[in-house]
């Protein structure tokens, strides 16, 4: 689903682009009394999370569903639903509540925890919805990420480059 | 049950919709209705049967488009299926909050629906898309 890079350089969010993601997901748990929402990338790691679990259970919360969701990919893949094909959404039902979890992008996953007391077609809609107002802040970040490395990389070079010089002046020929 | 779900998570905007839709179905000529995603899951919910109806208001839209598709036709955005003795069916399609829904109605007997049907979608709109 994800290339290698992603894990190496999760995104990034600015004060205020965790802003407006903070209000995202505030606008969506009201819209649809979720009592848990939560943004996790693909390997876990929580990004925000509005609920009322602990920090440490949002925490190991995040990391399941990712693994989860990621399972849920590889047995797509199994069936030979790759790339646009994938399966991009995940739902797991009980008796009192549920678990709906839906991919942005390809970093990033969005988890709804919802009740008896609302019904999915309402979770989707308002989840599709968040999904876009979180991809455009994902498509920021991720220009931003590029940058960084692109820069990384030159500093690298530059750094390379004035080592050798040194070198050489400390060892001609 | 533990304590992360509570019955106070009702949400407003269900609740608003719940209302839309028993007053649409308490009108005299309408014997059901029910409020669905395009591919068929119910948006708002009533009575027991309700699913099966959003479900079959999916699959009618899904095979309408097709049909539309196939003869090179525009988008279809509403179904209407009369029987024999008079009862009708409506599928209609509009986009709330940036996704498509279907708001489907059973009428008891032939009616001059199109009022009706822009009226509730209209409240349906206002009520999702605060």
Request: aromatic share 6%; net charge negative.
């Amino acid at each position: 689903m994800a290339d290698v890079s992603i894990h190496n350089h999760p995104l990034q969010f600015s004060k205020s682009q965790q802003q407006e993601l903070d209000s995202s997901l505030m606008r969506l748990a009201d819209r649809i009394a979720a009592p848990l929402v939560m943004v996790t990338d693909i390997s876990g790691r929580l990004i925000l999370y509005r609920g009322r679990l602990s920090t440490s259970q949002s925490t190991a919360l995040a990391a399941l569903a990712a693994g989860s969701f990621g399972a849920g990919v590889e047995m797509g893949n199994f069936l030979g639903l790759r790339g646009p094909n994938a399966f991009r959404q995940q739902l797991h039902e009980g008796k009192a509540a549920n678990l709906f979890t839906i991919a942005i992008d390809e970093e990033l996953l969005l988890v709804v925890a919802y009740t008896q007391r609302t019904t999915l077609g309402l979770v989707r809609v308002y989840s599709q919805t968040a999904q876009e107002e979180i991809m455009e802040l994902v498509q920021v970040a991720k220009e931003e990420r590029t940058t960084a490395n692109r820069l990384d990389d030159m500093d690298r070079d530059e750094f390379g480059l004035a080592l050798t010089d040194q070198l050489d002046e400390l060892f001609p020929d | 049950m533990y304590r992360m779900f509570t019955a106070n998570d009702v949400s407003n905007i269900f609740e608003q919709l719940t209302e839309i839709m028993t007053e649409l179905v308490g009108l005299k000529d309408v014997q059901a209705a029910v409020l669905s995603t395009e591919d068929g899951l119910s948006i708002q919910r009533l009575s027991p049967g309700d699913p099966q109806l959003a479900a079959v208001a999916g699959f009618m839209l899904a095979a309408a488009q097709q049909s539309f598709a196939m003869l090179g036709l525009e988008v279809a955005t509403e179904v209407v299926i009369r029987s024999q003795d008079r009862q009708m069916l409506v599928c209609h399609v509009f986009i709330v909050s940036g996704s498509k829904a279907i708001l489907t109605i059973v009428f008891k007997q032939r009616v001059q629906y199109a009022e009706l049907v822009k009226k509730t979608v209209r409240k349906i709109q206002q009520t999702m898309e605060k």
